[in-house]
């Protein structure tokens, strides 16, 4: 089935410590987005890419990073986690920019203790 | 930019009443909008968008919308509840070309037998 996977489903990370959560999508979409999900405020965007090569910053970049090596991988790291990213992880993709509507993978939930 | 608030954190209604979660954006361009759909521990889903064109929008499992410019609103409605309706709500919107889709924080949708 096509789609987005992300991975790991569930993390618990110490503080300080390194962490990548994979997106891999299998539609060929050009546009591939990272957002967290926090009670309250809805979904934020952190970091996107238009295409495999490019990427930018969104809402809330701040401690997060990005790559975009090829069309179907878009891997989210934390350098050095803090408490305040314990969150819900949301990696989406469209055909081609935000208007087309999004993709979403299942989510990646991340506490941080 | 654009933003998005949703009228209501909590909607409950009984089996076979008329669902109705509200949408009020802001935007300094024509907008593009959406709904989407989150089942527990899953990602978004998507209902329906608006783009261009007919204001009046239908989407999956019964569900419409209805693109209202003078009021700024993009209200969700659904004739006759059923339970499998209960989820949470995002409306959200975009620019055209844009790559930052902004969320509502969220209506959680009761349906009570």
């Known amino acids: 089935i096509a789609g987005i996977t992300q991975a790991p489903t569930s993390q618990i990370l110490a503080a300080g410590r390194r962490m990548t959560l994979r997106c891999t999508q299998d539609m060929r979409h050009n546009a591939m987005y990272w957002y967290r999900q926090d009670l309250g405020l809805g979904l934020r965007l952190i970091h996107y890419s238009n295409t495999a090569g490019t990427t930018g910053k969104g809402e809330v970049p701040d401690g997060y990073s990005v790559s975009r090596a090829n069309t179907d991988d878009f891997p989210l790291t934390l350098a050095s986690a803090v408490p305040s990213q314990t969150s819900v992880y949301f990696c989406?993709?469209?055909?081609?920019?935000?208007?087309?509507?999004?993709?979403f993978g299942s989510g990646t939930r991340l506490t941080v203790v | 930019a654009q933003s998005v608030t949703q009228l209501g954190s909590h909607v409950s209604v009984s089996e076979g009443a008329l669902v109705l979660l509200r949408c009020n954006y802001s935007?300094?361009?024509?907008?593009?909008l959406f709904w989407y759909v989150q089942y527990p521990n899953q990602g978004l889903q998507l209902l329906l968008k608006?783009?261009?064109?007919?204001?009046l929008v239908k989407g999956i499992n019964g569900f419409e919308a209805e693109f209202k410019k003078s009021e700024t609103s993009f209200h969700l409605t659904k004739p006759s509840a059923h339970m499998s309706d209960a989820a949470e709500y995002f409306c959200a919107v975009s620019r055209y070309n844009n790559n930052d889709m902004r969320f509502g924080a969220g209506t959680r949708l009761t349906v009570k037998p």
């Open positions: 989406a993709s469209s055909p081609d920019g935000a208007n087309y509507g999004y993709t």
């Open positions: 608006y783009t261009t064109g007919a204001t």
């Open positions: 935007s300094s361009v024509p907008p593009y």
